[in-house]
Every structure is written in C-alpha cells, then in structure tokens.
C-alpha cells in the first residue's frame, strides 16, 4: 500500500522525481563504476581493484614464461549524506492553494538540488594532482576534430571505446554544435543539432551539456572520459517505522543510487516539512580514463 498522509501521495511524487534525475539531469553514470551492491546491508566503505595494463609475448616456445599482473585498489567511502529539506508553515499554506500545490511547485527544485550535490563533489575531483591528461582548447578551438584528438589520445591510453562520454560547458557545446561536420545531416546522419539544438553523439562520445561545471582554479571547461575514471557507491537511508511520516525509498533505474523522500507536519512548529535525500562515496579511480578539457 502506498504512503500517504493528508492527501499526498509519495509514492506517485517520487516516480516523478525518478523521471526527473532519468531523463532531465545526464546519467550519473557516466562519471563513475557504480559500486552500491557492494555495500547494499552493511559497512562504511567498499574497497575494489582494477586491474593492470597486459602485454600479450609469444608462446610458440611454450608456457615457461610468465608474466606479472597487478591491480590497483580504490577504496569509496560513505562519507556523504547530502539532501534537501523544505517548509512551509500554515500561514505560506493559508495563501497558496493547498499544501500539495505547494510542495509540487518546490519538489522539482529541491530533486536537483540533491542529485546536483553529487556531481558537485565528482568535479572536485576533477584536478590536475588527479588527472594529468589534458587538451587546452577555447570555445572557438572546441569542434569535432578537438573532439576527435582526445578520443585518439584516450586509445593511446589504452582507454575502452565503450562507454566514453564528454560533459562540457556551454559555451563549449556551442562551438561543437557549429562545427559543419556536425550541422550537416548528410555527414551526422541526424538534424538533431538543427531541430533541437543537442547532440547525442559526436567521435565516439556521448555529449552532454552542464552549466556548472566549475573551473577549479584550472580553467576547467569540460571532461572526457570513461567510468572507470571514478568509483561510486551508495546506500538507501534508514526507513523509520513511525507513522506521522510518510517515507518512500527508490532506486533510480538508469545509476542504481537510492533516494529516500520524506513528507510530514511538524505541529510544534507548524509547518509541512519535505526533504529527498540519500547517502553516497565517490572517489578517484584510474587518472588515465579521465581528460581535462581546460581554456588555457
């Protein structure tokens, strides 16, 4: 049965909010490994491996020869409980239409501003003393063949093709948009780029455009990279068993991170109260799958 309490139906906002960080917000996903099976019952951390670069010899002579293999350990901690929290008193409540009417107009917000919280602290990662791979292109420099020349250089890495994706500032994507190899259908296969002003794909990437990316103090404009660039995990947060609170836990199909949304009146304060929230660990996984994208 379904949560509700004074005609709020939870359980039908939080599909909405689903549907909001799927589709409205890029993939999580595209930043890191998603490690939350790993810790799903108990543990504040989860420690993973990845392995080593291989060279194959020749064994023409046999099997005497042997080859070392190593793995590097990358340890994501629990260290993040990020979310949002709203009110509205009975006065706010008086003068709008309704409490719920009141909520639904903030909910959206608040949904971003949780997810927002994430990205944040992976483009804080997002530094030199992590990832020493670099392309320096202005806005007007950035086009398919920039785009193109750090897909080459992340294959010389030995980078996998599958799963790359670049995030770029607007600016940025602009100067893509542009570029004619692009624009034109009949080299593109898609008039996207004309109709909707967006591109799903260019050189091997998906494209995704953000406004927040930050600079860093290293004029960072945008990155390309695989997911084994970062490691990610998380946890739903604990469900309490009482009533006067309207609680929903849900997985975001598309990254597998599990939110909790919360509605309830506080009577000593006199207020309705929401919040979604959820409990994560992000951290830095192998510095070669990762390249900055930086103006100067």
Known sequence: MANSLNNFNLAAIARDAIKYFGSEFFPVRVFARNFSEEIAQEGESVLTRVAGGMTASDLSGGYSTVQDVSTEGITVNLDA???????????????????????????????????????????????????????????????????????GNLTTRKVPKLGRSAIISPDY????????SIVDKSASGTDEPIREGRIQRARGFNIYEYEGIPANGEYLTGIAMHPSAMAMAARPVFKPGVRHISVENMTEPKTGLPFQFRIWYSPNEGEFRMSCGFLYGISKGLGASLERIKSQ
């Open 81 to 151: 409980f990020k979310g949002h929290v709203a009110a509205f008193n009975d006065s706010e409540i008086s003068k709008a239409r309704s409490a719920k009417w009141l909520m639904e107009q903030f909910f959206e917000p608040s949904r971003e501003a949780t997810v927002k919280s994430l990205v944040d602290d992976a483009f804080a990662l997002v530094l030199a003393s992590n990832y020493t791979n670099a392309t320096t292109k202005t806005d007007a420099q950035f086009d398919a063949d920039a785009l193109a020349d750090i897909g």
């Open 173 to 180: 994507h602009t100067g893509l948009i542009q570029d004619l």
